[in-house]
């Protein structure tokens, strides 16, 4: 199994500026999942689930995840919020659930300053009770494949990035 730190969550709980903090303050190399399928398809994930569906772009996450668990060590890895299905998840590394409850998660997309573009370039959360009904489903999903759950609602970024340093990075 590799030695990697994978943060998993739903969309909008974030998973990318937590990931980001944790660079801030450990120094450790970071990737993101949709990142890299963006730059190996160079396009949008908007335009892959425009122009290929969903079905191609979660075989897409599959063939991502094979490579991480094959190729990369000791690395934080942010993921879309649909990439814990993929097959063999745990062979990554260590599965760190962000949560908070939809409605903190709502809230979180709305007050950015940018929460037009945020919802804009999420293909599955154009409808908000659609979105709901997809976090009820996953809810317990989710907490299934974590090896650690992190309570994100409310906390501020850096308090959320030293918990997790201090219990799953240099523990
Ligand atoms: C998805 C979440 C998105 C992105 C794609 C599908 C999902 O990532 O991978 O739109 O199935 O929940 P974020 O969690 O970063 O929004």
Do not use: C
């Not at 709980?13 to 450790?28: D, F, H, L, T, Y």
């Not at 999942?33 to 599959?62: H, L, P, V």
């Not at 009820?136 to 308090?159: F, M, S």
């Amino acid at each position: 199994m590799a030695d990697n730190v994978v943060l998993i969550g739903f969309m909008g709980v974030g998973k990318g500026s937590i990931a980001r903090e944790i660079v801030r303050q450990s120094g450790m190399i970071a990737i993101d999942t949709d990142d890299i399928i963006e730059s190996m398809e160079n396009r949008k994930i908007k335009k892959i689930f425009e122009e290929e569906g969903e079905a191609y772009f979660r075989k897409t996450e599959q063939r991502v995840a094979n490579w991480l668990a094959a190729s990369v060590t000791g690395t934080l890895v942010s993921t879309g919020g649909g990439f814990y299905k993929v097959k063999s998840l745990k062979k990554i590394g260590k599965i760190v659930l962000l949560h908070a409850d939809f409605d903190t998660i709502y809230r979180r997309i709305l007050d950015h300053p940018n929460a037009a573009k945020k919802l804009k370039k999420r293909p599955l959360f154009q409808d908000v009770s659609k979105a709901r009904a997809l976090y009820d489903e996953r809810e317990n999903a989710y907490k299934k494949v974590a090896d650690i759950v992190i309570d994100v609602g409310g906390k501020p970024v850096e308090k959320v990035a030293k918990e997790i340093i201090k219990k799953v990075i240099k523990k």
